[in-house]
């Protein structure tokens, strides 16, 4: 079980959404969502495949629009930014996606550099270097430098594709199943580093996973959508302590079957 937080700020809200909607043609994804994530907090989000928990952080992100519902992100009113200010927003935010999305072609060094590169142009090659060698340290693969992403473990990739998104300094991170397709061991590995980044660089965090160790190991708090809204919120215990078969179900199939 997780330690109780110090660093989690109630009274600074970092995200706060209310009644969030959001259908594809007839199907209703979303029906009327409430969040909230405070500064310094791991937020993990739970639910099973299709209740859509991705969709939920592609809003967050901006990278989909809500059909309605009041969103407000680091203080910005997501339905109230022209797509110059959303821009801004977004590099406040960093998404690991599900498959780390490497570029192959590059050493892993000039994948960390891209998103430097393309978003902060007058940064001399020293400070370029600095920043790129503090992330690397952060995920502890300084070694990987000059390497390819086809020379590293799975496990490392994902590491990889954590230091790119916090070479821009996000105050939020979005991480989507951060241990798909990972063994036990290095899935533990994961959920160290998530809080290791919490700690050392201050974010506030959103974690959508399946992974219940994982769910128990970096969540300060824990929602469950069910049928397009958050139904159970509170600790790991306080959640699974809920009486809904549905809830049951979900902590069986982890940790029986
Ligand atoms: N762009 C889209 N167009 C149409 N339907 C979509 C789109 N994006 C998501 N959906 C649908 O919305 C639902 C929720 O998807 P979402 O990816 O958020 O699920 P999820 O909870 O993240 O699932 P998983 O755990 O499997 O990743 C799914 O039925 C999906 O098919």
């Not at 952080?57 to 022209?82: H, P, Q, R, Y």
């Not at 496990?155 to 991170?173: F, H, N, S, V």
């Amino acid at each position: 079980m997780k330690k109780i937080n110090p660093n989690i700020d109630k009274n600074n809200r970092v995200i706060s959404i209310r009644n969030l909607k959001k259908s594809f043609d007839d199907f209703d994804v979303l029906k009327g969502v409430d969040l909230d994530l405070y500064q310094g907090e791991n937020l993990v989000v739970l639910g099973r495949s299709g209740t859509g928990k991705s969709v939920l952080i592609k809003i967050i992100a901006g990278l989909l629009k809500a059909d309605s519902g009041d969103i407000n992100v680091l203080g910005s009113d997501l339905n109230n930014l022209t797509s110059v200010e959303l821009d801004q927003l977004r590099l406040k935010i960093g998404f690991s996606f599900q498959n780390s999305a490497l570029y192959d072609s590059m050493t892993i060094r000039e994948n960390l550099e891209f998103p430097l590169v393309r978003n902060q142009k007058n940064l001399s090659r020293h400070e370029i270097d600095r920043i790129v060698n503090i992330v690397l340290e952060a995920v502890e693969l300084s070694h990987t430098i000059n390497q390819m992403p086809s020379e590293l473990s799975g496990g490392q990739r994902k590491r990889i594709g954590i230091a790119r998104t916090l070479i821009l300094k996000p105050e939020i991170m979005l991480y989507d199943e951060p241990t798909a397709g990972l063994d036990p061991i290095t899935s533990i590995e994961i959920n160290k580093l998530i809080n290791g980044v919490q700690k050392r660089f201050n974010t506030s965090s959103i974690i959508i996973t399946h992974d219940l160790t994982c769910a128990r190991s970096v969540g300060d708090r824990i929602v469950m959508l069910l049928d397009g809204q958050f139904q159970y919120e509170g600790s790991f215990e306080e959640v699974f302590a809920a009486g809904d078969d549905r809830v049951k179900a979900f902590y069986d199939y982890n940790f029986i079957e």
